[in-house]
């Protein structure tokens, strides 16, 4: 008996991107970019994208900018990023943040 692979010959349907639930455009899922999604917006929470999320809030869309308070906060967090990593002995540079690639950890112990 021999088995034959056969590609699917259905094309995949287009992509449903949910849309935003104020100005209905198309919101792109997260960890994704508008190059993989043209003509999508980032996702702001609650199916909104920013723009419709800061005037839901009644907020200024151009207002870019974060509070005093918000900057002290994520100050802090940063600081407690910071010494754990000293903590726990993790390079501070460096992409690998204190790990080897597999393929070299095997290649060590072959
Ligand atoms: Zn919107």
Redesign the pocket.
Known sequence: MTLHLVPDATPAAPEELPL??????P?RPHGTTESEHPGS?PS?GDN??????Y?ACGRDPEDRFISIERVGYLTSVRADIESDRQRRGIPARGSLAGRIPLTEFLDQIS
């Open positions: 935003c639930k104020g100005c209905k455009a919101i917006v702001w909104q994208c920013r723009v419709c999320d005037l």
